[in-house]
Nanobody
Framework: QVQPVESGGGLVQAGDSLRLSCVVS????????MGWFRQVPGKEREFVAA????????YYNENVKGRFTISRDNAKNTVYLQMNSLKSEDTAVYLC?????????????WGQGTQVTVSS
């Protein structure tokens, strides 16, 4: 079964940057639109960003637009999330999966995620 593996999280201060990575083994990564989501205990999973299969199109949650950048390397089956100017409200477990780019609905498997904690 195709399962993403996220990494790159950590504990940082407000205003710092982090770069998350998500490696997807097997499947049809090069043909899949991919998305990042985040989860806080007790809250619904929230869409963060999506990228089309070719990387030519991206879409962001208004809460992160201008601070986060999603990108991908199809040769490495990897999608990235560059997070700048981090805020305490960005604290969450970050997960990636394949998405329907039209409505950003998650359609793939979930991995364990990577924890991002931003201290103010």
């Amino acid at each position: 079964q195709v399962q993403p593996v996220e990494s790159g999280g950590g504990l940082v201060q407000a205003g710092d940057s982090l770069r998350l990575s998500c490696v997807v083994s097997g499947g049809t990564f090069s043909f899949d639109s991919m998305g990042w989501f985040r989860q806080v205990p007790g809250k619904e999973r929230e869409f963060v960003a999506a990228i089309s299969w070719s990387g030519s199109s991206t879409y962001y949650n208004e809460n992160v637009k201008g601070r986060f950048t999603i990108s991908r390397d199809n040769a490495k089956n990897t999608v990235y999330l560059q997070m700048n100017s981090l805020k305490s409200e960005d604290t969450a477990v970050y997960l990636c999966t394949s998405v329907d780019y039209g409505d950003r609905r998650p359609i793939g498997s979930w991995g364990q995620g990577t924890q991002v904690t931003v201290s103010s």
